[in-house]
């Protein structure tokens, strides 16, 4: 079965900063890799997904980005933080790696902090 | 907007007692599933009924799925302290496609 890597675990970051996460995910190949933000207390919603190299879609309009310069890695970035931008944000991957209609597997997540 | 909504949003009980919550939705799917999260952590797959499925079983978990009423209910048997975490049901297929939308959570506390 997969397995979903995270970093950094925890962030701290002042507004206008730049960020980056990184998940990177072993056990499959070409998956379907899912980026998705959980506000405190709520429920997760998703940013964006991709379904192979260089291709992100993206779910909600805002101050972030994707991208998947690797068949196992993708990435979320923006340039300039907001303090909206604060959340729990959580990588995943089908149990099946391409996965239509399958469970998903999360990675731990990162905890970001815009002051 | 959540396609899931789960009710109620917050549990109390007893340790040994049953624990249900209920998740609706609002467009067609392909399947409904469960997860759950303690708390700072990511999400762990509990239970996946397909739409032409209407019970489930895994261990003293018990999922339903009713499409007519566009519902699932989640009970969790003999509730232990450590089934103390969130709930979210999460929709796939259908308008969404390949994406699964997760309703906002039922938070649950088992006292010992």
């Known amino acids: 079965s997969q397995t979903i890597h995270q970093w950094p675990a925890t962030l701290v970051q002042p507004v206008g900063s730049p960020l980056s996460l990184e998940c990177t995910v072993e056990?499959?190949?070409?998956?379907?890799l899912y980026w998705y933000r959980q506000a405190a207390g709520r429920g997760l919603q998703l940013l964006f997904y991709?379904?192979?190299?260089?291709?992100i879609s993206s779910e909600v309009p805002q101050n972030l980005s994707a991208s998947r310069p690797q068949d196992r890695q993708f990435i979320l970035s923006s340039k300039k933080l907001l303090l909206s931008d604060s959340g729990f944000y959580l990588c995943?991957?089908?149990?099946?790696?391409?996965?239509?209609?399958?469970?998903?597997?999360f990675g731990p997540g990162t905890r970001l902090t815009v002051l | 907007s959540q396609q899931g909504e789960e009710d109620p949003q917050a549990l109390s009980i007893q340790e040994g007692e049953n624990a249900t919550m209920n998740c609706s939705y609002k467009?067609?799917?392909?399947?409904l599933q469960w997860y759950r999260q303690n708390s700072g952590r990511g999400l762990v797959h509990l239970i996946l009924?397909?739409?032409?499925?209407r019970e489930k079983h895994s261990g003293r978990l018990r999922v339903t799925l009713d499409t007519s009423k566009k519902s699932s209910s989640l009970l969790i048997t003999a509730s232990r302290a450590a089934d103390t975490a969130s709930y979210f049901c999460?929709?796939?297929?259908?308008?969404?496609?390949?994406?699964?939308?997760f309703g906002g959570g039922t938070r649950v506390l088992v006292k010992p």
């Open positions: 995943a991957c089908p149990s099946s790696g391409t996965g239509l209609y399958n469970e998903q597997f």
């Open positions: 056990g499959t190949s070409n998956p379907n």
């Open positions: 991709s379904v192979g190299i260089g291709q």
């Open positions: 467009t067609s799917i392909n399947n």
């Open positions: 009924i397909r739409s032409n499925e």
């Open positions: 999460a929709t796939a297929g259908g308008a969404a496609g390949n994406k699964l939308t």
